[in-house]
């Protein structure tokens, strides 16, 4: 997709600002998800760009939670479509969930690009064109959702999400699952599982742990989502940014 040399060092991150960039061209990214990039990039540089041992616990609790709920939602962003369209659907066919796509700077334009792009990546059904509905306490823009979508979700995935929404989102009862590269971030600290890692290792890594889980009982489900401590894989993450991958513990 990209003429980046594999043999450069920062090849991966080359080629994710590529599907960034590409996203901006496509009107699928925002001009905003350049600087969210930027910033996503200098804390996976710190975490060694590698998923640490928390994160991967996390990934697990994450999938547990998804195969427990009666309606899991991944909602996807600008950021999100532009970075890993193919590992959204295949998630969503793991688990059973439904894909919305939910925007911080909606606009119709952006959203039907979107679902247009999701859609090209072998989605069925993408959710969050009708937004018949609104999350409670934000202003009207960033409020909409659909009915059947992530207003009645009892499990919602919100990657690279703003802190404002994952509040909100949790304030109306709903498990949120955030992935997010930093651990000090509003979004990761409200919610009940936070998964601080890449969303390009992130999201195969959930739907890895989804198909390993998923002849497992209910308890078997239960007992992994209970034995999950946000605050140690929130500490962990954060150990591992200030001091490195041989301090950290893990
Ligand atoms: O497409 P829209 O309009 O919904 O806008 C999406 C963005 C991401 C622009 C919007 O939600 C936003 O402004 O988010 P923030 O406040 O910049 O937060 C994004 C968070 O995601 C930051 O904490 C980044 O560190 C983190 N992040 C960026 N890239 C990645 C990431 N986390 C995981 N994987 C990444 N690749």
Same mark, same amino acid.
């Given at each position: 997709?990209?003429?980046?040399p ?10 994710? /600002? ?16 350049? $600087?969210?990039?930027? /910033? ?27 195969l ?5 939602? $991944? ?48 989605a ?10 609104? $999350? ?30 994952a ?10 699952i ?20 890449? $969303?390009? /290792? ?37 150990? /591992?940014?200030?001091?490195?991958a ?5």
């Amino acid at each position: 997709e990209v003429d980046v040399p594999e043999d450069h060092p920062r090849y991966q991150s080359l080629v994710t /600002r590529h599907r960034i960039e590409d996203g901006v061209e496509k009107g699928i990214t925002s001009t905003q998800g350049l $600087i969210a990039e930027g /910033r996503g990039e200098a804390f996976d540089y710190l975490l060694g760009e590698e998923t640490i041992p928390s994160a991967d616990r996390a990934a697990r609790a994450a999938a547990a939670h998804f195969l427990l709920a009666e309606h899991p939602v $991944i909602s996807v962003n600008g950021n999100v479509a532009a970075l890993v369209p193919e590992e959204v659907v295949a998630l969503a066919g793991a688990t059973g969930a439904d894909i919305e796509v939910n925007l911080f700077g909606r606009t119709a334009e952006r959203v039907q690009a979107i679902a247009d792009h999701l859609r090209e990546h072998g989605a069925t059904e993408v959710k969050g064109l009708t937004a018949d509905a609104r $999350i409670p306490g934000l202003s009207h823009e960033r409020a909409k959702v659909d009915a059947d979508g992530i207003y009645d979700a009892d499990v919602v995935l919100v990657p690279l999400e703003d802190g404002d929404r994952a509040e909100a989102l949790g304030e109306m009862g709903k498990t949120e699952i955030v992935i997010d590269l930093n651990p000090l971030s509003r979004s990761a600290r409200t919610a009940a599982v936070p998964i601080v890692d890449n $969303i390009l /290792r992130a999201l195969p890594n959930v739907t890895r742990h989804a198909r390993d889980l998923a002849g497992s009982s209910r308890e078997e489900l239960e007992a992994i989502v209970a034995e999950f401590d946000r605050d140690a894989a929130l500490e962990a993450a954060e150990r /591992r940014l200030r001091e490195g991958a041989l301090a950290d513990g893990e």
